[in-house]
């Protein structure tokens, strides 16, 4: 193993908590929930390429409750990932560094993110409950 | 890139822009060129889930056979394996320090995604070309 009496990093207990460093986990964690969630969708167009009995399996899975519950998490990830997406290709492109810049539009990841998330299952609940 | 005489590479090192390990900005241009794609995807792609809620499986069946939607389909599945196993090896390569653990997770993301996008891919054209 290596020398631990090497200084070590200070790690993320250390720290006051801030928005911008929630913003950069979230980007991460929501990343990788997606990546899982994709497979929802595979599941989803394989059901469908397989025939009517398989698809009624998969929206009876998907409309279960804790289908459900995944569905709004798994949106919700969507949508901060896409905000959050959007402000990291932003900056990107070497705009908005200065820290009051920085600080708000993290906030308006996340508060984007929940927005969005509430106006898309506001339209499905609109829409006659749960699929 | 500006001509340093401090700097102590060799210009044809420069030149080549390759870096230490030899794949350049390659992997950080990819996630950025699909993470763009994949903010019109996604939202295309939420767009056609929600005209979808309550669709049987005749009904969904023929959306996903549209040839625009079917493209679009097949584009998006496609992009976001690519950016799921893109962001998937930096979480792996920072958080995974046991060499062997490491080359094997990023071995199996790969092949995940790959059966997992061509499963995609296979299933809308199976439902386009209406087998």
Redesign the interface.
């Known amino acids: 193993m290596a020398d631990t009496r090497r200084p070590l990093s200070p790690h993320i207990q250390i720290y006051k908590w801030q928005v911008q460093m929630v913003t950069s986990i979230l980007h991460r964690a929501t990343g990788v929930a997606l990546a899982v969630g994709t497979l929802l969708v595979v599941w989803g167009l394989l059901s469908l390429a397989t025939g009517e009995a398989a698809f009624n399996q998969y929206k009876t899975c998907v409309g279960s409750p804790p289908g459900m519950v995944l569905l709004v998490g798994w949106s919700w990830a969507l949508f901060y990932h896409l905000c959050n997406g959007i402000r990291h290709l932003i900056q990107d492109a070497g705009a908005g560094y200065a820290i009051p810049q920085f600080v708000r539009s993290s906030w308006l990841s996340v508060i984007g993110s929940v927005v969005l998330v509430v106006l898309v299952w506001a339209c499905v609940l609109t829409c006659g409950g749960a699929a | 890139m500006s001509t340093n005489a401090n700097d102590l590479r060799n210009p044809l090192k420069r030149a080549r822009g390759l870096g230490s390990a030899q794949s350049g900005a390659t992997h950080w241009w990819r996630q950025?060129v699909t993470?763009?794609a994949?903010?019109l995807l996604?939202?295309w792609?939420?767009a056609l889930v929600?005209s979808l809620?309550?669709a049987d499986?005749a009904t969904?069946?023929a959306a996903?056979a549209k040839p625009w939607n079917a493209l679009l389909?097949i584009l998006?599945?496609v992009t976001?394996?690519w950016h799921?196993v893109l962001?998937?090896q930096v979480?792996i390569e920072d958080y995974v320090h046991t060499r062997w653990k490491e080359v094997a997770l990023l071995v199996a993301i790969k092949f995940l995604a790959v059966l997992?996008?061509l499963?995609?891919v296979?299933?809308?054209l199976?439902?386009a070309l209406g087998a």
Do not use: D, E, M, T
């Open positions: 950025r993470a763009a994949l903010v996604g939202l792609f939420v929600l809620l309550h499986y969904a069946k996903v389909l998006f599945v976001a394996f799921a962001g998937l979480v997992c996008a499963a995609g296979l299933s809308v199976r439902i």
